[in-house]
């Protein structure tokens, strides 16, 4: 059983503290992103034509390390879901404990979100530095695929 079937069976309310701490680590999250979006239109305007030196380099040197790292970064984040997907599942398989079987699947839970983290931070980055106006956003890809 789960914890949360646990506190529904014998009132304990376990499951309750679950879901409010998800509640305002949500609110945060929001409220954090809002208050970027707001507090990064005036400095942007404050701006003053200054270029960034990122994309002032006429190799394209900086900005191509910058893009290899993501990339890089997020390949071997994907290698590391594999690896660990692999050998939780083969662990899997030789446990006998249920609570065991329900940490390693909880384990993969968390690698599967981590992962999907690492993979959309940068898009969601170049989306929301274009929008904002950043300058490096328009001159750093960001995307690793």
Known sequence: MSADEVARVDG??????????GRIGRGAVIATVLLTLVAAQPAVAQDG???????????????NMIEGFVQLTTGLGVMGLL??????SLMEIFTLNREQKASIKQHKR???????TLV???????????GMGIPIADCVNLIPF
């Open 120 to 130: 959309l931070l940068g898009p969601l980055f170049t989306l929301a530095g274009s």
């Open 12 to 21: 304990s309310g376990i499951g309750d503290n679950r879901s409010w701490f």
């Open 49 to 63: 034509g200054a270029t960034n030196p990122v994309c002032q380099d006429d190799s394209g040197t900086l900005a």
């Open 83 to 88: 690896v660990v997907w692999q050998s939780d």
């Open 110 to 116: 968390t690698a599967l979100k981590s992962t999907a």
